[in-house]
Each structure stands twice: as C-alpha cells, then as structure tokens.
C-alpha cells in the first residue's frame, strides 16, 4: 500500500514539474509541431496578392486580441526630419484592409494582449500602444542618456522581457547619438540593456520555441545566434546562418526560421540546425512576415509594394 502511493506522489509530482515548466515557457508545449526537415509549405501552394496599393511595407504582427493583421507604412517620400511619415493598417482576413493611424512613425509592430508595441523611428523608441484607445506610451527611448537610433524590430518571451534592434535606417535628418548600431533587452522592470553594440545595422529578431536562443539578422549578410540562461542573461553570439541582405526574421512552433532576404526577394526556410529547407519567391523585396489566423498557419508578407498572405502546414510561435 506504500509503495503504491509513494509511486502515485512521484507521479503526481513529475505531473507537476511538467506543468510549471510549461507555465514558464508556454510556447515549448504545442501540438502537431513536428517539422521532421520537411517543408512547412504545402505542395501546389501558391502566395496570394492581397494589394499592392502601398507604399513601402513593414512590421506585421497578428492580434489575438483583435483577430487581425496590423502593420506599418513608410513613406519614403515625405519629409525626413525624423524618419519616414507612417500609417500603420488593419487587416481582417481575408482581404479587408482599414487605415488604422496615421502619422504613427513606426515601423515594426508586436501585438500582445490589449496593446501593440511598436517600434517608433519618429520618436526614437520602443512604446506600447492600446489598440482600443490608441494612446501611445513610450517604454524606452534612451540608454546611458543617449537617443537610440531608430528602432526597427523586436520579440518579447513569456515573462515579458522585449529584446529589440536599433538600426539607423530611419534616423533621418537627426545626428546620430549612440556610437553603434544595437541590439537591446528591456526587462520587465523596464531597464534597457546592451545585448551586442557589434552589429552593423542589427535588424529581424526572432526567439527559439524554448526560449534559449536568440536570433539576429544584420547588414553584414548573416544571421547569428545567442544563448539565454535561466535567469535571461544573453550571450555567447556565433554566426548561424548566412543569408543576403536579411530583414525580418519568424519562427514557428517546430523551431523553423523563416528569414526575409530582402534583396534578393524570397524568404528562406530553415530547421533549427540551420539546414536550409524551402524558400517562398516573391520576386520584389520583401521586408518581413507574421504568423497569425485562427490556426496561426496563415502567412501575412510585407514587402516594399506589395501585401501578401500564404497558407503553411506548421503553426508559427504566438506572441
């Protein structure tokens, strides 16, 4: 009899060692998550045009919250005092496109909950944004008392920290205030910190489904890879992938890095060993992509004219 119940309390506590890991790291758990090193896009699938009746297109993310795609404008034709005039635009699936806000000066975007992080080049920082009431507030917009350059994009793990890159792509006519192009943690306390200052013009970021690696992509056509410990120090960067002229960068819950390579118009595919699985061709520059729909196995694509959605067969990380 108490060898029977020693037994059930060691499974009763394995039970719960298992659940609170997964609390802590809700994107490791998920179903039909097995990529296998096959490709994630479905034979015969093809990428649909939602417009190209835009200008210059960045920053997808989807809203649970909303059920909807958002993302950023830029008008490289406006003035650019402090970086290109923006809009940033709602999308219901299929094919309903609204203008959300104007003048917003942000380029990439992270829906989370009631808000959407933005990454704001007008204003020189990572801000939040109610999505009901649309007022802004500026998380961060300094470090050691410097402006940053223009903030370009970011990812945020399950206990809130935001890691994000700070390019000088938008800086615009403004001098540039901080002596390298960076890659900055803010934790939950709201402290910035320097995660890499080596980068040239630091831009996709991207978090692995357990949340031990993180993934830049930079100018110099590559992108790398850092380890997080349990206690959210990043570091060790090596070279991961080389990739030409990387922009945004996503992945889903199988670990598979899907990276826009922007000159080059296409977006690599690759497993989490850096074996290069498929590419999806646009044949124009593409800047960046989200995951989002009901499954999460839509495909939102951003490029510098057109928008464009794609059906995978894996869904990707939720934010």
Known sequence: MRKALQKNLATVALFLTFCQAAMAHPTMV???????GQSPIPHGSKVELISDDFLFLEG????TTSQAFYFSEMNFSSSQAQGPDSTIYKLVLPNSVSTYLTHSGTNGLYAKGA???NLNHNS????????KHKLNNI????FNQLNFNSPNDMTM??????????????LGDRTQQQPYTGVYKIDVNGKVSLIDGSLDKPNGVALSPDQKTLYIGDFSNRVSKYDISSSGDVSNRRDFIKVASPDGIKVD?????????????????YSPTGKFID??????????????????????ITTAKGLFSMQVNIAGLRN
């Open 279 to 300: 590419k999806i061709v646009l044949g124009q520059n593409v800047t960046n992509l989200a995951f989002g729909g009901k499954n999460n196995k839509t495909i939102l």
């Open 253 to 269: 819950c199988a670990g598979n890095l899907y990276v826009s390579s922007h000159n080059k118009g296409v977006i690599n595919i």
């Open 30 to 36: 998920a179903k039909n998550c097995d990529g296998d």
């Open 157 to 170: 793990d399950s206990r809130g920290n935001i890691y994000f890159t700070d390019p000088n792509w938008q």
């Open 60 to 63: 997808p993310t989807w809203s």
């Open 139 to 142: 998380i961060a917009g300094q």
């Open 124 to 131: 020189q920082s990572v801000s939040k944004l109610n999505i």
């Open 115 to 117: 808000n959407l992080y």
